[in-house]
């Protein structure tokens, strides 16, 4: 038998306890899909709502939800039509068809087979004597596959419509619109948390690879005459990891360490914005578990770079079953795709400086998959101890902030709890009940779910009003008066304090 | 020139400020589609939010997120590759397509005319010499059409697949993992809001009939004979107004105001589950700002209801410019479902009774189209003051809550204005902040996009810390002190107290 990998281990209580399966399970599944239960329904309301904290309402940027599926010219426009396409190889005997750039890295080990372009991908192929990795058949040449989504819109003779790959485009498509809600000032930004869409040839990779999921992004719209950014102070002495273009190029994998600013200055990374944002995604993913030693910014080979982007980093998490992983990137995107809208649709996007002369902004966009988050936050929580699961999630993230037990169901205590667990639900606490089992057993369940705390109502909550609350991640416990309870919760998860202080300032009472 | 509706004026203002516009703009359009700006992202956000408190988190019932694209095994399975059908009728002349019925209605001002089935829309059709609505040719007798959007899953000889018409069936499919997670024990829920798409024949009403939308549902299971639901104390003695199924077949307009539990007890609602979510679902949309007298609960007569529904109850707002429109349906759908994949997978989906016998659960369904509160809390709150447009939104719908102005952009009062702006910031409220014109013209902005609040900053502020703050709904203003600022400000967005009070509070510093 394989080794368990971390992974197989979190796939296995992520079914069972109700994170996250593969979709449509009862009639026999279909690879790309994943379904979300009520745990990860709720972490991932929790990542995006960080990120809105991180990335939209400080700065005052606006949001922008705009749809799905969009005809096809404005694909012809954005260029994906021609571009959004993958090396696919199938397989004379069993009729699969595969990516070519994936199956030769799991058999070579190379990295980046894609950006290495048609012929070498070709030649890689013959040069491994590549077969069929489900039936080892042989493989036909591959050929250039259009990975997106294809529909008509309209029932009878409508118009052939596709499903977006990315959000990008969106916010480009209502530039316009955005310059006029932000008074025709720069900079200023359109956000969107919303689905895409990828008909991926052959995904392979649970989470990691999907055909349908959600990015996180925004574009920032500036002048590139004027290029500073109101907030870079915040995070400009925020030290980072990065792997520059040219040590990537030397083949240096060992990281520099470096300020942001020390960073932008020495033009490592090409504007502010983009210095900028790779700070605030550092203390980002700290808000989501993820400790800096296991974050870095990896810059793209110019041949690894899409055609839009002048410099692209990509954040990169090391996850344990998987290695560094591309969670987001932050690309330099120039005044490419306005550009190319302003040509295709023939309107004009042009800003007025007060000097008179008139340009196209620049955009810088970092841009963050979620379910890759979803997967680095669960893994990097992770921990099995006493032969129990335990997720250490950050408070902001748990599903549940707070489980409430009886210690049994009878003799009032039940009702002593439901009454407690309802003082919580009013103060707007997502609180779990849980009266089955040993209250240890209740403890563990708590645990694997990643609820910081457990309330628990004994005996002694009906003479004196004193209740436990048990800490998962150093399992103590404090007994404490109820009064303030609701109050010393709030600050606990407002992270105003540690649990000490929350037993501390409970006891007082 | 034809007399601007309320819609009119509210569809100009949201695409002006940033609700709302039709989508793929600078390409032409594409009729079904629309984009939501800033203020329509947060509107539709705090919307599925308060969902999420009235149906979600205070019942504890399970969250789930499934794909939105399918294989078409599902809709074999699900009965819709059959029925999800409308009637179409294509113009000899101009080539375009129109749902019979709806130009049916549209000549003769007949209701649910999709209900009288094939052989009536023909007849109609060629009665009341129907043509085409835009260009008066002929039309093509009309035909069945499946209104899903078709796909292919996999790049080369996939599997068809079809993007969702509504969320229902992902729980259905998903029941089993959700009685796992919920330990084997009824009644409990599956709660979704996320993306359906249909591919509506010629969708012509704005933001009413949209070929990609938000639902927010839930299926109840629960056991028929045990069916009591254990909230339904709150909200029995709920008055509603209800026009029932026969008051329908015998064309009574005027409902019958009754209690949830009186009808319940007469056997006019089925279940007392549906009891509990039409009197939850009345508090919701008073929440929304829809007032009592502007809601009723109309039955479906059987041939207007779905092949799986016992009892349908639409849950109808009057919206100003459109009349009574169906906002949510709450079905009673048995053990269709169920019963149906259980027989399309092979599966069991049957539960175990103490007594040994068992049993398919039961299931009922509240329903809610986002777009349509977002449309009916608009159009509710709207008010035309003295040549200026206000929202009076309810305060937890507002997209932004607080608008942050100084007098004057100089003498150092736009310095104190950001540092009061970064305070709000700081204690997590959605702050606007505006600088640009008199000040007049920014309370006037400040109201129209709906935010409750206004913070000025003057010299005052300078000398003793003090600042105004106004209502936008009295247009009050009182100058309070600043130091408990944002305590007292919490305490108004909890609706924990009034604007008058605010200020009462507020001066007392």
Redesign the interface.
């Known amino acids: 038998m394989a080794p368990r990998t971390q992974y197989d281990t979190i796939a296995e209580i992520a079914?069972?306890?109700?994170f996250y399966?593969p979709?449509?399970?009862?009639?026999?599944g279909?690879s790309?899909?994943?379904?979300?239960?009520?745990l990860?329904?709720?972490l991932?309301r929790n990542i995006e709502s960080l990120w809105k904290e991180f990335f939209v309402?400080?700065q005052?940027f606006?949001?922008?939800?705009?749809?799905?599926?969009?005809?096809e010219?404005?694909f012809i426009?954005s260029g994906h039509l021609d571009n959004f396409k993958?090396y696919?190889s199938?397989c004379k005997k069993c009729?699969k068809?595969f990516r070519a750039d994936h199956i030769i890295e799991e058999k070579t080990g190379l990295e980046n087979v894609e950006a290495m372009g048609g012929n070498a991908i070709k030649s890689l192929l013959v040069e491994h004597k590549i077969r069929c990795p489900d039936c080892g058949g042989e493989l036909k040449e591959p050929s250039l596959?259009?990975?997106m989504?294809?529909?008509?819109?309209?029932?009878?003779?409508?118009?052939i419509?596709y499903?977006r790959p990315e959000t990008a485009q969106?916010m480009f498509?209502?530039y316009?619109?955005?310059f006029?809600?932000a008074?025709e000032k720069l900079p200023f930004a359109l956000a969107q948390a919303s689905?895409v869409?990828r008909?991926?040839?052959?995904p392979r990779r649970g989470l990691q690879r999907l055909?349908?999921f959600t990015i996180m992004e925004l574009e920032l719209f500036f002048d590139p005459e004027s290029p500073a950014c109101p907030w870079y102070g915040e995070v400009c002495e925020e030290e980072i990891s990065l792997i520059t273009e040219k040590m990537e190029a030397q083949g240096v994998t060992e990281p520099l360490q470096v300020t942001v600013k020390d960073a932008v200055e020495k033009g490592l990374i090409l504007t502010e914005w983009q210095g900028y944002f790779m700070g605030v995604s550092k203390q980002y993913l700290i808000a989501l578990g993820i400790p800096t030693e296991k974050q870095r910014f990896r810059a793209h080979l110019p041949d690894e770079r899409a055609h839009y982007s002048a410099q692209t980093y990509d954040h990169e998490v090391n996850i344990e079953s998987f290695g560094w992983t591309e969670v987001s990137g932050c690309a330099y995107r120039t005044d490419f795709d306005l550009k190319a809208?302003m040509d295709?649709?023939g309107?004009d996007m042009t800003v007025l400086r007060q000097d008179g002369s008139r340009f196209v902004p620049h955009v810088v966009e970092p841009s963050y998959g979620l379910s890759r988050l979803f997967l680095a936050s669960l893994s990097e929580s992770y921990e099995r101890k006493n032969k129990r699961n335990i997720f250490h999630l950050p408070r902001s993230l748990s599903p549940y902030q707070v489980s409430v037990f009886p210690l049994v169901s009878k003799d009032g205590l039940h009702e002593k709890a439901q009454e407690i667990h309802k003082r919580v639900?009013d103060a707007g606490v997502?609180a779990?009940?849980d009266e089955?089992g040993s209250i240890g057993r209740r403890y563990a369940r708590s645990d694997e779910i990643g609820t910081p705390l457990a309330l628990a109502i004994d005996y002694e909550t009906l003479s004196d009003g004193s209740l436990t609350i048990r800490d998962r991640d150093s399992w103590t416990q404090v007994r404490v008066h109820g009064s303030e309870l609701i109050e010393k919760l709030m600050g606990f998860f407002k992270e105003s304090y540690e649990f000490e202080e929350l037993g501390e300032l409970l006891e007082r009472d």
Chains 1, 2 share one sequence.
């Open positions: 079914k069972r306890r109700g399966w979709s449509f399970e009862i009639y026999g279909m790309g899909f994943y379904t979300y239960g009520d990860g329904t709720k991932r309402r400080r005052g606006l949001e922008l939800e705009a749809p799905v599926i969009n005809p010219r404005v426009a993958e696919s199938e009729g068809s596959i259009l990975t989504f294809k529909t008509e819109i309209g029932a009878t003779g409508g118009e419509g499903a969106a498509l209502n316009r619109r955005g006029q809600h008074r689905k869409m008909n991926e040839i052959s055909r349908e809208h295709a649709s309107l639900l997502w779990f009940y089955g």
